[in-house]
């Protein structure tokens, strides 16, 4: 009789959680379809405001055989045309977009407490991490592409009126690193085919040399930086005891790629003018043939 009881009392609390699962539940009509309709209808409505107060810059029809200036991807692929033009093109268009995909994917499974899912700003840290990482993102970006297009230059001879020191060349943009050293004439073809065996296996020789200084500032550079700034940004917080968990990091890891990719596409758009130079907004110009 106690084992009924038992049974019987276990029986009823599954169902009344199971009851109250339930009652938590959103259905897809019309909860979900509700507000989707409504989200279309605002966006569809502003857009036709906006086509009709606005006129779009709208240029003559395409010519084959002229490349306007400047040359601009549709705006969703700005922000890895901006990359293009701080990093290798095989890195900026291919690996790092491979592997940011791969990286998001995988923040579930380092992430795989299932405390606070589906929660925006699950934990009692989470606005300040979204706050910091999003400005750590966003800040640090825009100081690395100043400093590859030599803003620092321009304002470091605005603020004491003389000229950029000579024997600070190098420091003028990371590819003065490899233009104004002195890097001996070893280091700039390194012939790496030499030491491939492809005759071996009755394939053609390949031809590889390796620029040392070249691959330091297309390649070594550029990776360093985009790893190395996140992992120094999340010791930083856990040092500091902003960061406790590893949803703690995720939030900031996240939040910093979320400012990353909006700050290198508004660049792109808005500050690009002709031959990609970097330019304040109101002097970037529409494209010219």
Known sequence: MVAAAQENATSTAVR???RRQRDEELLVWPDLVFVEFIAAMVFLLSLTAL????????LDRANPGVTPNPSKAPWYFLNLQELLLHMDPALAGVVVPTIALIALGAIPYFDNTHDGQGEWLSTPR???LTFLGAAVGSIGTILLILYDASKHVVIFEGLTGSKWPVGLNFLRTSRAL???LPWPEWSKKIPLGDFIPSTQLGLPKIVLDLNIAEFLVAQIIPVSTMVGLPILMSIVL???GVAKTRRDHMIAQFSGFIAVFIVLTI?????RGQGMELLP???VKPPIS
């Open 178 to 180: 490899q233009n104004d």
């Open 126 to 128: 989470a606005g300040r």
């Open 281 to 283: 907004p109101w002097l």
């Open 238 to 240: 856990w040092k500091t």
């Open 16 to 18: 009344a959680k199971a």
């Open 51 to 58: 086509s009709i107060a606005i006129n779009a810059p709208l």
């Open 267 to 271: 660049v792109g758009t808005a500050f």
